[in-house]
């Protein structure tokens, strides 16, 4: 049976080639040294290669270190960029948002503004309506107003 690469292997690997160190992969990564050493003798041991020549004061990648650097660096970039996309996705606005705003306002000044906002938040059921001034309480119309005119971005066409 092939060997399975982890990922936090990987990442543990390529910091130490980027720091150049054990010592430096185990604080940019926050864990002892001892970890970070033991973490790339298993790696070494499941490939059955060596992939850091390594003497008390210096070390060096193989060519074969070298190899598993270059390609297994995109895919762990690759794979947190993916991480972070989900996790902003979660946290995406959905769902129903009412709007009402004051007839004096009028969708002539929020229209556009409410037209963007919704292109952002693709997953709002955006419903927006009108009422006299005199029936919304005001603090209520002033967040209205700052939600929307805040969270504006262009939106792509």
């Known amino acids: 049976m ?3 690469l982890d990922f936090n292997t990987l990442k543990v690997f390529i910091a130490v080639v980027e720091n150049d160190s054990f010592v430096g992969a185990s604080k940019a990564l926050e864990m002892p040294t001892s970890n970070v050493s033991r ?3 298993q790696l070494e041991e499941k490939l059955n290669l060596q992939l ?5 004061r210096h070390m060096k990648l193989t060519q074969l270190g ?3 650097y270059t390609r297994a660096k995109p895919l762990l970039e690759a794979l947190e960029q993916t991480e972070t996309e989900l996790t902003l996705r979660q946290m995406q606005l959905k769902g129903p948002l009412r709007i009402c705003i004051p007839n004096e306002i009028g969708p002539a000044l929020l229209g556009s503004a409410v037209a963007d906002f919704a292109c952002q938040h693709p997953d709002l059921e955006i419903r927006l ?4 001034s005199l029936q919304l309480p005001p603090l209520f119309s002033v967040m209205a107003l700052l939600l929307i005119s805040t969270n504006l971005k262009s939106c792509p066409v």
């Open 129 to 132: 309506s009108l009422a006299p």
């Open 66 to 68: 070298h190899l598993l």
């Open 39 to 41: 973490c790339i003798s």
């Open 52 to 56: 850091i020549e390594r003497s008390t």
């Open 2 to 4: 092939r060997p399975v």
